[in-house]
T-cell receptor, first 109, second 115 residues
Framework: GEDVEQSLFLSVREGDSSVINCTYTDSSSTYLYWYKQEPGAGLQLLTYIFSNMDMKQDQRLTVLLNKKDKHLSLRIADTQTGDSAIYFCAELGFNKFYFGSGTKLNVKP | GAVVSQHPSRVICKSGTSVKIECRSLDFQATTMFWYRQFPKQSLMLMATSNEGSKATYEQGVEKDKFLINHASLTLSTLTVTSAHPEDSSFYIC???????????FGQGTRLTVV
């Protein structure tokens, strides 16, 4: 469960949708998570999805899980400048969290 | 959601001194706490996992004698960076989970600068 990969950067315009992608390797992961990190701060849990689910929606956030391809995505609808941050996906394996490299989301006004 | 408080948020120390970072779970009992280190523009590197009342489990490559972890109670874990050197300068983040909860809650992080 240690190879969690994400693209490093994403730039979108305010009001557009953002889609951040993540691939993971541990098929036994029970939960997959999205965390947000603002500059100089800790991580804030945004949402998580149980591995037997395909989709989870929470207000502006939609998580899609393709377990066959081990692909996880986070869609942020109506992206705002306050959404600019680094987003980490993580998988829970053997009571440890393995994090991706983080995707820096830049929202242009 | 649950709250994890990490203190201090920033610390500057001289080379050769030791620094202690505290991580407290404020409204739940943290059976497991994790300590991470984050280098600039990089992801979090898990340093060690600690369970209340037992010795911490360190990840490969992390010196347990340099990074002392104590998890003496269900609400407090400490990380002590001993004999700090400039290369120990980094952002350290703790997280905590409870026995029946698969969510990890993170502290605000500590920016350590060793001069």
């Amino acid at each position: 469960g240690e190879d969690v990969e994400q693209s490093l950067f994403l730039s979108v315009r305010e009001g557009d949708s953002s889609v951040i992608n993540c691939t993971y390797t541990d098929s036994s992961s029970t939960y997959l998570y999205w965390y947000k990190q603002e500059p100089g701060a800790g991580l804030q849990l945004l949402t998580y999805i149980f591995s037997n689910m395909d989709m989870k929606q929470d207000q502006r956030l939609t998580v899609l899980l393709n377990k066959k391809d081990k692909h996880l995505s986070l869609r942020i609808a109506d992206t705002q400048t306050g959404d600019s941050a680094i987003y980490f996906c993580a998988e829970l394996g053997f009571n440890k969290f393995y994090f991706g490299s983080g995707t820096k989301l830049n929202v242009k006004p | 959601g649950a709250v994890v408080s990490q203190h201090p948020s920033r610390v500057i120390c001289k080379s050769g001194t030791s620094v202690k970072i505290e991580c407290r779970s404020l409204d739940f009992q943290a059976t497991t706490m994790f300590w991470y280190r984050q280098f600039p523009k990089q992801s979090l590197m898990l340093m060690a996992t600690s369970n209340e009342g037992s010795k911490a489990t360190y990840e490969q490559g992390v010196e347990k004698d340099k990074f002392l972890i104590n998890h003496a109670s269900l609400t407090l874990s400490t990380l002590t960076v001993t004999s700090a050197h400039p290369e120990d300068s980094s952002f350290y983040i703790c997280s905590a989970t409870s026995l029946f909860d698969t969510e990890a809650f993170f502290g605000q992080g500590t920016r350590l600068t060793v001069v």
